[in-house]
């Protein structure tokens, strides 16, 4: 899995052609993985939500307490982390200086 973050600025408000350049570069970015077959889904998160914390404390936003905020994320099929990793060069993200966080994901037996 591969996590996408990012700095909160409240005051970023792309234009509409920058948003249309950015959802390019990012359909082509997921479509280059797709085309490798790798391809397993991705959704974009948006900006409102609760945390709730021990002892019921509720805090408002997915970023109340921090400056970093998690965008979203893309599911990989990869033979290990260095492959996965890999596939992360050309993300999107790292253009506006945010990161992408490569993650093993862990089957729950049932």
């Keep these: 899995m591969m996590i996408f973050?990012?700095?909160?600025?409240?005051?970023?408000?792309?234009?509409?052609?920058q948003m249309q350049e950015s959802i390019k570069q990012w359909q082509d970015w997921i479509g280059g993985i797709a085309a490798?077959?790798?391809?397993?889904?991705?959704?974009?998160?948006?900006?409102?939500?609760k945390t709730l914390k021990p002892n019921n404390?509720?805090?408002d936003g997915p970023y109340a307490e921090v400056k970093e905020i998690v965008g979203g994320y893309v599911i990989?099929?990869?033979d290990n982390l260095d492959q996965a990793f890999e596939m992360a060069n050309g993300c999107p993200i790292l253009n506006i200086g945010g990161n992408v966080e490569v993650r093993d994901i862990m089957e729950i037996p049932k």
């Design 76 to 78: 990989v099929k990869a």
């Design 5 to 17: 973050r990012n700095d909160y600025n409240p005051n970023f408000k792309p234009s509409p052609e």
């Design 57 to 59: 404390v509720v805090t």
């Design 36 to 49: 490798q077959g790798k391809f397993v889904g991705t959704n974009r998160l948006g900006f409102q939500g």
